[in-house]
């Protein structure tokens, strides 16, 4: 089982990117959540949005619910975060995790424990 996150970089203050997240070695469908996270230089790593792969539903961090969207590929495996009027506080690396066994994002959906497998980052650099 691994994840990989991409579509990291550097942008301007309200500026867009599109992250990735894809799986390989067991299938994204029916049966996992994915989330996403971040975890900025000497701060706690902070749950952004889970999304269930079944029932293709949604949620989000107070911080992120207007400008971040999550959706799924799952013909292609793939989850996306997308980041809309980016801030220069939103600087950090960003991360996907899955639990393949859930099938719908729990109540404790941004706790990272929750999840099994994790992804290496991608670096998201905010300019002002």
């Known amino acids: 089982v691994q994840l990989q996150a991409s579509g990291g970089g550097l942008v301007q203050a309200g500026g867009s990117l599109r992250l990735s997240c894809a799986a390989s070695?067991?299938?994204?469908?029916?049966?996992?959540?994915v989330g996403w996270f971040r975890q900025a230089p000497g701060k706690e790593r902070e749950g952004l949005s889970c999304i269930g792969i079944s029932d293709g539903s949604t949620y989000y961090a107070d911080s992120v619910k207007v400008r971040f969207t999550v959706s799924r590929d799952n013909a292609k495996n793939m989850v996306y975060l997308q980041m809309n009027d980016l801030k220069p506080e939103d600087t950090a690396v960003y991360y996907c995790?899955?639990?393949?066994?859930?099938?719908?994002?729990?109540?404790?959906?941004?706790?990272?424990?929750?999840?099994?497998?994790w992804g290496r980052g991608t670096q998201v650099t905010v300019s002002s």
């Open positions: 070695g067991f299938s994204l469908y029916h049966t996992a959540i």
């Open positions: 995790a899955t639990d393949i066994g859930l099938g719908k994002c729990p109540s404790s959906w941004s706790r990272s424990p929750l999840y099994d497998y």
